[in-house]
Structure formats: C-alpha cells, structure tokens
C-alpha cells in the first residue's frame, strides 16, 4: 500500500492513509452481455454483493499487468487489456481504495468461478447479464468498479 494524505474533518492538520491499488475487468461477450460476480458472505466490504472481477495490484506491477492477471487469478483465463474504462477513490475503514478499471478481451478459456487460489478472495457465482441496474445495489455500498461501469454507461445509481 502507498500512503496518502487526507485532511481531517474540521481541523487544518491532515493524516497519512494507506492506499490500495487495485484493477477491475470488464468481460463482455458479443451479444452485449458483461460478467458480473458475487462476492462472499464473509467478505468484510462487500459482503454478497454483485460486482465485477478486481484484484490489488501488486507491488512493482502495472495496472494492465494486473488486469491480465485478475482474469487468470479470479476467472481462470487468458486475456488482454482492450481500453481503460475510467478510476476511482473510495475511502474504506482503514484504507482508502484507489481502482481502475479495464475491458478486457478474452484470448483462451471460459471464466469460471471459484478458482483455487484461498490467498484472494473468490466469488461464489458469476454469470453474464446485460442488466446494468444489478450493480446498483454495490455502488452506493461504495462499489468503486460498480460507480466506473455504471457511470460509463450513463446509469445512473
């Protein structure tokens, strides 16, 4: 994480806080259909909640890099960047959020979820819709990705 300064409410100091990095992906299919997840019941921020694939980025990694690697980490495919959708900063608890968000192409394979890394967070289901309205309900949780894709599709949450 990179620490970053907030200023406090109502006081002319400011607080280091740290900030993750992190990438998000949009699959899409031709019909128009983009995968969305669901996150676990016992994930601490979001829990079963609909959204989109994300990961942190890792140290010394780009954030393309990581998207290519959330697809293989999280989906179990093999994919390239097509464009950058757009970036956020939420605040969370302890951390503030710092995500980008990118198409994807798939090359090889079906994305399928859970994967057998237990180090990351796995979704207990994906499915593709062209519903953009389910991911509503995450970004006024404070979804980062949910607000980008929502936001680039002119919906508004």
Known sequence: MDLAWRP???ANVAVAVDVCNAVAIVVSRADGAFLTVRRPKTDPYLPDVWGLPAINVNDGE???DAAVRAAKEKLGIVAKVRRRVGCETVARPDFA????????????GCPQVPQRNAAITQYVEARY?????????A?????????????DHDYPW
């Open 8 to 10: 406090t409410r109502g």
């Open 62 to 64: 780009s954030s393309e």
């Open 97 to 108: 959020l710092h995500l980008t968000e990118f198409e994807i192409d798939v090359l090889e």
């Open 129 to 137: 819709t062209d519903d953009v309205s389910l991911l509503a309900d």
């Open 139 to 151: 970004a006024r949780q404070g979804s980062a990705c949910c607000r980008i894709f929502l936001r």
